[in-house]
């Protein structure tokens, strides 16, 4: 199988399996006083070290989660405690949404969803505007967009929500391990991240709150006080170690992987275009993460396509929750058509990807969506 589903999930590198079995070769409570509790202790300690190196962050501002909607309901609930509306856009991931909409849902008016451009880019009059009310909680706009991978230019929108009084929030869940992210250069007060869209396990997750912050002590689960109380439970140092692992192997290579990726997502693009034609690529080619694209097959259902090349995993533009699919919230907030979000599919790329997935990738896709063009085009 040709693996160019990296947004939905990476492949654990073999430095975050090798260190997450160690973990579990050893027993230890992280929260004990003898020997193994301590050496379980010293394992999560350097994988919040590495998390953070990640970060350019201190390894005390480290939350570690079930994973980034976690983080998100964390960062959300905490903030929201305190009253006061949430600020945050049509395009965000559910684990953002949702929770907002639920935060909100006695009273409507305390959420504002900021609208995109064609090119998915948040507007920051429109975040102006929405501050200009007062009363703001919590701002939390995405860094790097799971179905199109369109970036967000966050220094100057946290800019303006502290100059309203408003933390700042970002979901950073396809930016980390993909570009560099400097919390010394951004001033986010809060961003969620998953291990295992950089090669970390699943359910495994962060949530950084900046030290100072003025945030509520709010947790979700209650307990036994660890993680400063924020998030209480045995941790899961297996899954702790491997996350930190696969961080600092990210870190490590990540700006030869950034060119190496963008290549060969740009090689993909430029095939598929070029050879089938009456296709658009969707969102700002200017600011988008390195490895994905996603792509409007004008005349080709996407759930078609995808069926007619099960040698590749890559992913419609259509969220499906609740069992029922529905067209992309991401597209439409972009002004696309309900016909064109649902011709629309998203591959992404990552560390482990190669010249030979990709050309796989265009050889199987220009046939797919040649045939269902075909099957589907009315006969003169
Ligand atoms: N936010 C974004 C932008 C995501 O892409 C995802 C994963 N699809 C999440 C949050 C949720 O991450 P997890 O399922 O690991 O909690």
């Given at each position: ?49 590495q998390v953070a190196d990640l ?190 692992a696969a961080a600092a192997a ?73 069992g029922a699919p529905s067209p ?53």
């Amino acid at each position: 199988l040709t693996y160019l589903d990296y947004n939905a999930t990476a492949p654990m590198r073999p430095e975050a399996r090798e260190a997450a079995l160690a973990s579990m070769e050893t027993v230890g409570n992280a929260s004990s006083a003898h020997r193994s509790g301590r050496d379980a202790a010293q394992r999560v300690d350097e994988a919040r070290r590495q998390v953070a190196d990640l970060l350019n962050c201190s390894p005390g501002e480290i939350i570690f989660t079930s994973g980034a909607t976690e983080a998100n309901n964390l960062a959300l609930r905490a903030a929201h405690s305190v009253g006061g509306t949430v600020i945050t856009s049509t395009v965000e991931h559910p684990a953002v949404l949702e929770t907002a909409k639920n935060l909100t849902a006695t009273t409507p008016d305390a959420l504002r969803l900021l609208a995109v451009d064609a090119d998915g880019l948040v507007d920051i009059d429109g975040l102006h505007a929405a501050l200009s009310a007062g009363d703001v909680a919590i701002v939390s706009l995405m860094a790097g967009n799971n179905e199109t991978g369109v970036l967000t230019d966050l220094a100057p929108l946290a800019e303006a929500a502290h100059a309203a009084g408003a933390l700042f929030h970002t979901d950073a869940t396809q930016m980390v391990g993909r570009l560099p992210f400097d919390l010394a250069e951004v001033d986010v007060d809060l961003l969620s991240l998953s291990a295992h869209k950089f090669g970390g396990p699943q359910g495994v997750g962060a949530l950084f709150v900046r030290r100072g912050i003025a945030l509520p002590y709010h947790p979700l689960i209650f307990g036994g006080g660890q993680e400063r109380g924020w998030r209480a439970g045995t941790l899961n140092v297996a899954g702790i170690t491997g996350a930190g692992a696969a961080a600092a192997a990210a870190h490590r290579g990540l700006a030869e992987e950034i060119a190496r990726v963008a290549r060969l997502r740009d090689l993909l693009e430029s095939a598929l275009v070029e050879q089938l034609g009456d296709c658009r690529i969707n969102g700002s080619l200017d600011y988008r993460l390195p490895g994905v694209t996603s792509i409007t097959f004008h005349g080709a259902p996407a759930d078609a396509v995808l069926t007619a090349m099960p040698d590749v995993a890559a992913s419609e533009g259509s969220a499906c929750s609740s069992g029922a699919p529905s067209p992309s919230h991401v597209l439409l907030a972009m002004g696309r058509s309900r016909e064109e979000a649902d011709s629309t599919v998203r591959f992404s790329l990552g560390y482990a990807s190669t010249r030979a997935d990709v050309d796989q990738a265009i050889a199987s896709t220009i046939r797919a969506v040649r045939q269902v063009r075909a099957a589907l085009a009315i006969p003169i």
